[in-house]
């Protein structure tokens, strides 16, 4: 395992964390497969029945490193990326059992994609969650990512906070439904922790049972992997995208032309 994250076991709660706090927990593709197998330890211990993941250093994730994007040019890297990102996205939502995300400090891009697709949220009054590629990179959500945010707030928000490119406060993401409890930064383990033995004391069955049948209900009303490809490619692809990835990287404003 490597020292950008944690993977441990107590009991029938595992955890995993996010373990780059230098720089906010930003995901490199050898931290987003960690995750990934983390997730197939999981789901083959019969004896674990509530997942967590977390962040430390008072963040969650900032998202994928920019640096992951320096070499990205053509459409084929564009949807290699996107469907990169899914594959690890749809692997914590396809989490047999309870999957809680204890989200203290920033939930941002592919960290917020992380955070929604686990069952419940975990908060302190420090968290924050958002998309801010509109202000940031250019780029876009593969349609399976974009699902998922509209599932959980709605058309209306989603364009509020995906145009804006604004990160949203707990109180905020509460009034919207993606708060499942809200804690102290300093007693939010406790409070996660609670909230899991509480899940892991019930009939496990039960519960395996309801997640799939909610994620099944879910997909059946979600698009094509592949209906967004064209979206996705045309930001990807841009002199915006790549301007913006150099002025990210340089820590200076882009500069946005729609070209």
């Known amino acids: 395992m490597s020292t950008t994250t944690i993977a441990s076991i107590d009991g029938p709660i595992a955890t995993f964390t996010f373990n780059r706090p230098e720089a906010r927990n930003a995901l490199t593709w050898e931290m987003y497969d960690a995750l990934v197998a983390a997730c197939d330890r999981v789901d083959a211990d019969r004896s674990v029945r509530v997942f967590v993941i977390k962040g430390s250093g008072g963040s969650f994730s900032a998202g994928t490193d920019i640096a992951l994007f320096k070499d ?44 929604l697709a686990c069952d419940l949220r975990v908060c302190s009054a420090d968290a924050k969650f958002g998309v801010p590629i509109a202000r940031t990179l250019g780029n876009t959500l593969s349609a399976s990512n974009l699902s998922k945010i509209l599932e959980l707030i709605g058309p209306a928000a989603l364009r509020d906070v995906l145009f804006s490119g604004r990160l949203i406060d707990a109180t905020e993401a509460r009034t919207l439904g993606l708060v ?17 033995d509480t899940i892991a004391s019930n009939a496990p069955l039960t519960i395996r049972a309801i997640k799939e049948g909610v994620r099944r209900i879910l997909a059946s009303r979600r698009l094509e992997r592949t ?22 990287l340089e820590k200076r404003r882009p500069s946005f032309t729609g070209q």
């Open 72 to 115: 990205l040019r053509t459409r084929e890297d564009a949807l290699a990326y996107e469907r990169r990102l899914d594959a690890a996205i749809e692997r914590v939502e396809r989490v047999a059992v309870a999957t809680i995300a204890q989200v203290d400090g920033v939930a941002a891009g592919g960290g917020c994609a992380i955070a």
């Open 180 to 196: 499942t409890r809200m804690a102290d930064s300093g007693n939010i383990d406790a409070v996660t922790r609670e909230l899991a």
């Open 227 to 248: 209906a967004t490809d064209d979206l996705i490619a045309a930001c990807y692809t841009s002199e915006d995208f790549r301007n913006a990835v150099a002025a990210f």
